[in-house]
Structure formats: C-alpha cells, structure tokens
C-alpha cells in the first residue's frame, strides 16, 4: 500500500509518532547513545531479551526499531511479496470488536507497529476511518519488557484515538514452555468479547533452537483453543535458518489439527528490504518471513 511517509519507493520509515515514541523511551532509559552506536550483525538475529532490566533494555535499544520495521514491510507489502497477509490484516482491522493476543508481547514492537501503520494510513485515507475497537491481551515472561509495552501503549493510546482506533489493554506474565500458563492464558484470552481473534506472534526464533519442541505443546494449545472460532495467527520472524525450522514445525502442527475450513499460507522475504533507522539515521537492511494460519466460522 503506497504511503510516502512509509516507503519512498526505495527505502521503508517508521511512522514518524512511533519513532519519536521510541526515542523518547531510549532517552528516558539513557539508552540513546547505545542505540545510535550499534552497528546492526549481518545474521540479523540480535540479542534475545531477557528477564532483567539490563537485557531488557539492550534488547530495546538494538532490536525494538528492527521489529517494528519487518511487521510494517509486511503490511505496506510495496513489492507484493506476501499475498493476501496484508488484505487479512486490513479486513480484519478496518472496523467492529477485536481481540488481539500479542505473544510474547516483548516491550511492544509488534503490537505498536501494527497500531502507528494503521493511523498512518487511515490519515492518509488509504483506509477508512470507521470505528475500531481492539482489546489487546499481552503477555510475556519478563516483568520489565512488561513494564516497557505498558509505558509506551499508555501514550500511544491518544494518538490511535484521533482516527478512531480505540484501544484497551491487559497484560500479564505468561511462560511460553508452560502448558498450565498458556492454557490460562487462552481460558481468559478467549472469554473476550469480540467480532473476531487475532493472534501476533514474534521473536520465538530467536531463543535456542534447541528449546522449539518445548513450544509445540503450547502453540497446538492456541490454535486448539481457536479452533471454533473464527480467528487470524500471523507469526512474524526474521528470515534466518531457525525461523524456517520454526515455521516449518508450525506448518506440521496445523496441518494436523485443522479441517479444510482453516487455511495455512507462509512466505519469506530473502533479498533485504532497505529502511532508515530513525535513531542514527542509517539505511539498515532486513529480511522477513511470514507464516498466516486462519479460520472462518462455517
């Protein structure tokens, strides 16, 4: 979707709110020299937040812009790369009640992303401005990343009500190796009043690969707890080695829980798309894979 102040036709900018938001947020950690002498690694896969404060906001400084940027590539989609990933986004986020699960929400990249994309383009009138009422539960294992998503959803929460997007949001501690806490999770999850479920998903490629298949249990949970319902699973990833394992053990677990009602789409970016990192000024390269599992109700 062509916007100029998104894509200029050669190179992706992060809405201009959402990047004034991080560097704020960078300033009030003391995080800001950090983030502008960090030189970006060719594998792109970055340090893994962490519990802490510290790791947190590492993680904050040299990867929270980079997040950002692939979901919105995604979505923009300028060289139609990824099919119909974008119509379901838009379709889904046009109008009506939604209820969207950001796991793990880490300090807010994916979520924030999808939000500032969407105001930019209503202010654009490249969408249009109906009423939009999204309940987002967030949930992620580390109180500080936590803490963060909750500091920066709080102020950008006026901004996305000038255009009608008219946010809530609860979040809390989930374990993602945990089937007792994601099936709480999902119990509260969908007890939500809504039109529809959306479901994000990122950042589980960077943990050791050697700790996916503890994952499964709960990423079947999910989709198992959706299955009636009609809902969207997008999970977002850069384009690495362990992201196409991942995906590929996604693709397994919803070929053999879903009837032909449900579909299952995957793509992946190889070639770097160019963006400006708004924190140093820097052209950075990226890549993104996609993964889109959804239903509709018979």
């Not at 792109?44 to 906001?57: A, D, L, S």
């Not at 803490?147 to 809530?168: C, G, H, Q, R």
Request: glycine letters at 4%; a negative charge; one cysteine or more.
């Amino acid at each position: 979707m062509d916007v100029e102040t998104l894509w200029d036709g050669k190179k992706a900018y992060l809405p201009q709110k959402l990047s004034a938001l991080y560097l704020k947020e960078l300033t009030t950690i003391e995080m800001l020299d950090h983030a502008k002498n960090y030189m970006r690694q060719e594998n792109e896969e970055g340090p893994v937040g962490g519990q802490g404060i510290k790791e947190t906001h590492i993680h904050f400084a040299e990867r929270f812009s980079n997040s950002c940027i692939r979901l919105q590539y995604v979505l923009i989609d300028p060289n139609e790369k990824f099919g119909n990933v974008p119509e379901n986004f838009f379709s889904t986020f046009s109008t009506g009640k939604i209820a969207l699960l950001d796991a793990p929400c880490g300090t807010g990249a994916g979520a924030l992303s999808l939000l500032y994309t969407l105001k930019e383009l209503r202010v654009h009138k490249k969408l249009p401005q109906l009423p939009l009422e999204i309940e987002i539960l967030a949930c992620d294992f580390s109180e500080s990343a936590r803490s963060m998503y909750s500091k920066l959803l709080d102020e950008a929460i006026p901004e996305l009500a000038t255009v009608d997007i008219n946010v809530v949001y609860t979040i809390r501690a989930w374990d993602a190796f945990s089937m007792p806490s994601t099936t709480l999770l999902m119990r509260d999850f969908v007890k939500l009043d809504c039109e529809e479920f959306f479901v994000l998903v990122s950042a589980f490629s960077g943990i050791d690969k050697k700790n996916y298949q503890k994952l499964d249990n709960s990423l079947t949970h999910i989709q198992m707890s959706l299955s009636p319902e009609q809902y969207t699973v997008v999970h977002v990833e850069p384009s690495t080695r362990n992201a196409r394992s991942l995906f590929s053990r996604l693709k397994n677990i919803f070929m053999l829980i879903f009837t032909s009602a449900s579909s299952h789409e995957q793509y992946r970016c190889e070639e770097r798309f160019l963006w400006l990192d708004p924190v140093n000024g820097r052209d950075a390269k990226s890549t993104v894979s996609v993964s889109i599992n959804s239903r509709n109700k018979a």
